[in-house]
């Protein structure tokens, strides 16, 4: 069973940037697509990006394009999310995600398409 550990959240200003990294336990991390997830207070948990396998197909969010970079090194068994040009309406904890579905930009927006999760970070953006 993979077990996924996030890292890198905290508290920045708006504007400002953080990088999230998601480490995964298991030996088969290479052969999941891995997506992040956010959930705000009192909002439900929604897509954020995601990525293949090998790294080389990516989606976005409408909401965190041209801001967000998701990428991967799988030789660390780790997924990162760069967040540059943070909005306040960023703020929530943000969740890694691997799943075993074969890569569709589609099927990678829908959290019921993922195998493991990981406990989340917590990113709060002030203005």
């Known amino acids: 069973q993979e077990q996924l550990v996030e890292s890198g959240g905290g508290l920045v200003q708006a504007g400002g940037s953080l990088r999230l990294s998601c480490t995964a336990s298991?030996?088969?991390?290479?052969?999941?697509?891995a997506g992040w997830f956010r959930q705000a207070p009192g909002k439900e948990r929604e897509f954020v990006a995601a990525t293949g396998r090998n790294g080389l197909r990516s989606a976005y969010a409408d909401s965190v394009k041209d801001r967000f970079t998701i990428s991967r090194d799988n030789a660390k068994n780790t997924v990162y999310l760069q967040m540059s040009s943070l909005k306040v309406g960023d703020t929530a904890v943000y969740y890694c995600a691997t799943s075993r579905r074969v890569w569709s930009p589609t099927l990678m927006t829908s959290d019921s398409n993922y195998n493991y999760w990981g406990q989340g970070t917590q990113v709060s953006v002030s203005s």
């Open positions: 298991g030996r088969t991390f290479s052969a999941y697509a």
